[in-house]
């Protein structure tokens, strides 16, 4: 596609309840990113795939979160038993690749965000 | 862990102002820096990349210098207008960014 395509754009669930939220990258992307934002905060990295696997997944903070790209384009990130403070928007970004790579410049991408309420 | 720091964390100015944007990050050894503009309720628009091998970058009225021994960056925006009023943020190496710099310009 021509941009980052992210959905749904807004979700509202209830606390205990899963979600899962989708990211469909620029095509030919390689380097897949999720962050979350809270209000007047930065982006908050996430996890990071290079292809298929994810490269760093440092930023996840608990086993409820959970992130798959099992070839290598549409990502979905996927929250189980959701709390109040997971209340965020959840943005997506892509790159040509890790911005190592020889000629690539590793500029990021973004999506418009998935807003995501816990009730 | 970097930790990236913006300065001023808002600010107002009249149109025609120059506008200086400082982001400090705490790890230089960084591959790139980019700059990124964030309206309200929308996603991230990518401004300008750096490369760790340069020195600065432009395009139309912004231009961001790149300081990567002393952990700096600075993004100008020349002649400000009202539709430049956002948020701006900056990335080193994309894993980590500040919380941005809240520009409002006032016609």
């Known amino acids: 596609g021509a941009g980052v395509s992210q959905t749904p754009s807004n979700k509202v669930t209830e606390k205990g309840k899963y979600v899962e939220l989708r990211c469909d990258p620029i095509?030919?992307?390689?380097?897949l990113y999720w962050y979350r934002q809270s209000l007047g905060q930065g982006p908050e990295f996430l996890i990071y795939?290079?292809?298929?696997?994810?490269?760093?997944d440092s930023g996840l903070p608990n086993d409820r979160f959970f992130a798959v790209r099992p070839e290598g384009s549409v990502s979905t990130l996927k929250i189980q038993r959701t709390e109040r403070g997971d209340s965020a928007v959840y943005l997506c970004?892509?790159?040509?690749?890790?911005?190592?790579?020889?000629?690539?410049?590793?500029?990021?991408?973004f999506g418009e965000g998935s807003r995501l309420t816990v009730l | 862990k970097q930790e990236v720091t913006q300065i001023p964390a808002a600010l107002s100015v009249p149109e025609g102002e120059n506008l200086v944007l400082n982001c400090s990050f705490t790890d230089s050894a960084i591959y790139n820096l980019q700059w990124f503009r964030q309206d309200p309720g929308k996603g991230l628009t990518s401004l300008l990349l750096?490369?760790?091998?340069?020195r600065e970058q432009t395009s139309g009225r912004l231009n961001a210098s790149l300081d990567k021994s002393s952990g700096r960056s600075t993004l100008y925006i020349a002649a400000s207008q009202p539709g430049d009023s956002a948020t701006y943020l900056c990335?080193?190496?994309?894993?980590?960014f500040g919380k941005g710099n809240q520009v409002v310009v006032i016609p």
């Open positions: 795939f290079q292809g298929t696997g994810a490269a760093d």
């Open positions: 095509s030919g992307h390689t380097a």
């Open positions: 970004a892509s790159s040509g690749g890790a911005g190592r790579e020889q000629g690539n410049t590793g500029e990021l991408f």
């Open positions: 990335a080193p190496d994309r894993l980590a």
């Open positions: 750096i490369q760790s091998s340069q």
